[in-house]
């Protein structure tokens, strides 16, 4: 799928969390495993993506704002986005008094991250490109972490 360049570095940032959702889907019943996964897929919502989620939650959505009345397409990606953001922070918190995670916690986790990847890329970020501006895009880009900028994009 061709992407704008200037949503290039949040797409690379997902591809790291494709390969932690599917692993954790199969994640088998057993008590390392499970923290294991567990882990690293907190680690990667509460830790990793902090910064890539508060340009989405930011920069995106301030960006698509004035769409969200005239555009019921856009309206439907920004309350979608707003929910799953919110999915993905409820279910990487053990409740309290609660230890270890179930199985069950890391499948929910796991398909709620691997669903959410999928909507960005194939919702949110084609929306962003028909609806933003040139240098909207152009502040996500700048705003996006370095290590995932490639030096030819020339920005």
């Known amino acids: ?17 494709l390969h932690l959702g599917r692993h954790g889907r199969e994640c088998p019943d057993n008590p390392a495993q499970i923290n294991q996964h567990w882990t690293a897929l ?12 508060s340009i989405e939650d930011n920069l995106l959505v301030n960006a698509l704002m004035p ?20 999915e993905l922070d409820e279910l990487s918190q053990l409740p309290a008094g609660q230890d270890t995670p179930t199985i069950e916690q890391v499948h929910k986790l796991a ?10 890329e194939r ?17 996500i880009y700048a705003a996006s972490a370095d290590n995932v900028k490639k030096i030819d994009e020339h920005r």
């Open 1 to 17: 799928m061709k992407r704008a360049k200037q949503l290039q570095p949040l797409s690379r940032e997902h591809h790291l969390g």
């Open 42 to 53: 907190t680690n990667y919502i509460n830790k990793d993506m902090t910064h890539h989620f």
């Open 111 to 120: 398909n709620a991250l691997y669903a959410h990847v999928r909507f960005e």
């Open 67 to 86: 769409f969200k009345e005239q555009d019921p397409e856009v309206a439907a990606v920004l309350k979608t986005l707003e929910a799953q953001h919110h």
């Open 123 to 139: 919702q949110l970020f084609p929306t962003a490109e028909q609806f933003l501006s040139e240098a909207e895009l152009d502040e």
